[in-house]
């Protein structure tokens, strides 16, 4: 079993999603973790926390489903479209965003009840999606492809990466700073919104598949063999924090400053605390 996303709806109930259908529910911030029934058994990549109560997850088939009882319970809810759906973000309980294969956006204003299939001019497989207000959003993937909207998805601009690297994962702390990193140890860095990538890949070629930050100067990136990297000073230098088990991670959730939770293959759930 593979874990590929893992989210938390407070400080206590979390929840870790993968192949198989698989949704892993912990109800006491990490201790122990507890199979719940999906109703599915396509893989679901992504995970994400509107409320305490409200969650969705998202997967392989155009599978969404959604808890109104904060992971214990799972319903499918109709997405329109059968490509693969790689991650999901929520800003509230009615405005949400997903992206998938073939450069497909999805985008809900009504929490979930409707998705609407808006164009990206992207056949990317788009593998991560960031908004930090309605109408401000960069999508990645494929093929070194960043795209970025300021509509709220109606329309979408390519942001030149200058790499032919598949992007994993991004993560912007405000409209101007993000971070986006990718296979080979590809790391770039905007300090205006993405007009332009700077490129801060790291010397060793292990794959980085997932970015987040816990405030503006303290981030974390995830990877092949286990790999843990943390920055304090807003990205400009990157250490090894830990060594996870040999197993790749894929995705990275903090619980404030001091506690974190990555997920990978194997089952693999780390939980990541720092002095």
Not at 73 to 85: C, D, E, M, V, Y
Not at 132 to 149: F, M, Q, R
Not at 159 to 181: H, Y
């Amino acid at each position: 079993m593979s874990l590929f996303g893992v989210a938390f709806a407070s400080s206590s109930i979390g929840i870790a999603v993968g192949s198989g259908g698989t949704i892993l529910l912990t109800t006491d911030s990490g201790t122990s973790w507890k199979s719940q029934k999906s109703g599915t058994q396509e893989a679901l990549y992504d995970v994400a926390f509107a409320s305490k109560k409200i969650g969705w997850a998202v997967g392989a088939s155009g599978t969404i489903l959604k808890s109104i009882d904060g992971g214990g319970n799972w319903k499918p809810q109709k997405s329109g479209t059968a490509a693969n759906l790689f991650d999901i973000a929520f800003l509230d309980q009615q405005h949400g965003w997903i992206v998938g294969s073939e450069g497909t956006f999805l985008s809900t204003a009504d929490g979930g009840a409707s998705w609407q299939d808006l164009p990206t001019g992207s056949r990317a497989l788009l593998y991560a999606v960031q908004f930090i207000d309605p109408k401000t959003g960069w999508a990645v993937g494929s093929l070194g492809t960043i795209v970025a909207t300021k509509d709220g998805g109606r329309t979408w601009i390519t942001q030149e990466s200058k790499t032919p690297s598949t992007l994993f994962d991004l993560f912007f702390t405000d409209p101007q700073n993000g971070w986006i990193v990718g296979n080979g140890g590809v790391l770039l860095q905007a300090f205006d919104g993405g007009a332009k990538w700077e490129d801060r890949s790291l010397s060793r070629p292990v794959d980085l598949t997932g970015v987040y930050f816990s405030d503006i100067k303290t981030g974390w990136i995830v990877g092949d063999r286990g790999t843990v990297l943390q920055t304090t000073d807003a990205g400009f230098s990157w250490a090894p924090f830990a060594k996870g088990p040999n197993s790749t991670l894929y995705g990275v959730t903090f619980l404030g400053a001091k506690i974190g939770f990555a997920v990978g293959d194997n089952g693999t759930i780390l939980k990541i605390s720092v002095p």
